[in-house]
C-alpha cells in the first residue's frame, strides 16, 4: 500500500482522501479522488481473502470497478433475472455505502462492484447514514 500510495499521490498528484481497515474483508483501502470518480487501492490484511488470491494468483494490477446504482436491492433482483452470477445476491456494507459484487464470469473476466447512490433504500436497511 505505501509503494502505491506513494505513486498515486506522490507521483501523479492525487490526493489521498481516506485510507481504511475493513475487518469484515480483511483488506485495507485507500480512496484518492479523481474528478467525479476515485482509484480505490487494496491490500489484503489476510492471506485468505479474495484479494489474497487474486494478488498471488495474478500479481497487481486491476482488480475491479465499482459502478453506482439507485436501489442496490432492485438491481440485483434485476439482475439475477436475467441470469447473471451475483457474488453477492443482497447488499452489505461497504466502506462508502452499500455493495454487492457480480461474479467475473458474467461481466468477461472483469470483477464488477455495484454501490448504492446515498440515500437509496439500503442504506436504511442495513443501518448506515447516507452522507
Avoid: N
Avoid at 506513494?6 to 482522501?17: Q, S
Avoid at 483501502?29 to 479474495?50: C, H, N, Q, R, Y
Avoid at 452470477?85 to 455493495?99: K, M, N, Q, S
Amino acid at each position: 500500500m505505501d509503494e502505491a500510495l506513494a505513486f498515486y499521490r506522490d507521483r501523479l498528484g492525487l490526493p489521498v482522501e481516506l485510507v481504511l481497515p475493513i475487518e469484515s474483508d480483511g483488506v485495507t483501502i485507500a480512496f484518492l479522488p479523481v474528478g467525479e470518480s476515485k482509484v480505490e487501492l487494496v491490500m489484503p490484511m489476510d492471506p485468505s481473502t479474495g484479494v489474497a488470491r487474486f494478488l498471488e494468483g495474478r500479481g497487481e494490477g486491476f482488480h475491479h470497478v465499482c459502478l453506482e446504482v439507485a436501489d442496490l436491492a432492485a438491481e440485483l433482483d434485476r439482475l439475477a433475472g436475467e441470469g447473471t452470477e451475483l457474488i453477492d445476491h443482497v447488499p452489505r456494507r461497504g466502506a462508502e455505502g452499500p455493495v454487492a459484487f457480480i461474479h467475473p464470469r458474467s461481466c468477461h473476466g472483469v470483477l464488477v462492484e455495484l454501490i448504492e447512490a446515498p440515500g437509496g433504500p439500503a442504506w436504511s436497511t442495513l443501518g448506515m447514514e447516507s452522507p
